[in-house]
């Protein structure tokens, strides 16, 4: 980012740790390395980063790269299930937001104020309005003040879909004809056996 704020990346870091993380494959080369305490899955249609396998997983560094949408939740909905969490964060880009914007609940937006500055060379734009009979606010924060550690003013707003929207899909016909991603989900089973025995119905992801 053209722009340093420091409030807002502290935020995100107390937001999204201990979470998975669904991202593109620019927006985890802008980052540089995988975040600590989060599960990083990249959705890359790049060969050379997929080694043409639909799931590579780098258990040390907790980085996950998948080939398609249904791959990225798939992978996401396991790690969750694993480590008792409830929220799955799509983190950029703008082109990960735009796939994934009709199966979104919640929204953590940050606006940024008076930059005073033109857009940069492919640069990209989320320009999506959030219409108000479809989101409902539930935090605003509107102090986020120009300092030494925020180069603009900004708001930081959570929103909520009026309507929830849920997921459920059973494994059987999640995952059927797909040899590597039952693989994958029986190492998980097996390494975190405990995790899936407590679900209400174990045949059942989120």
Avoid: C
């Avoid at 320009?127 to 409902?136: I, Q, S, T, Y």
């Amino acid at each position: 980012m053209p722009w340093h704020l420091g409030d807002d990346l502290r935020r995100f870091k107390n937001i999204t740790t201990g979470h998975a993380m669904i991202m593109g494959r620019k927006t985890y080369l802008s980052i540089g390395k995988p975040l600590p305490n989060r599960t990083s899955i990249v959705l890359s249609r790049e060969n050379d980063r997929v080694n043409d396998k639909r799931i590579q997983f780098n258990s040390k560094t907790q980085l996950i790269f998948t080939h398609d949408r249904d791959d990225a939740l798939f992978v996401a909905d396991t790690v969750s299930i694993i480590g008792g969490k409830k929220e799955i964060f799509v983190i950029g880009g703008a082109e990960m937001l735009s796939l994934f914007l009709e199966q979104v609940t919640k929204i953590y937006l940050t606006e940024i104020y008076n930059t005073g500055l033109s857009p940069l060379p492919n640069d990209a734009v989320f320009n999506h309005k959030f219409e108000r009979d479809v989101w409902k606010t539930v935090h605003e924060d509107g102090d986020g003040k120009k300092n030494e550690n925020n180069d603009f003013d900004t708001r930081f707003t959570v929103l909520k879909r009026r309507e929830r929207r849920y997921r459920h899909r059973y494994l059987s016909s999640f995952y059927t004809e797909q040899e590597e991603k039952n693989e994958w989900l029986a190492q998980q089973i097996k390494t975190h056996k405990p995790a899936f025995e407590a679900l209400p119905d174990p045949e059942r992801f989120l």
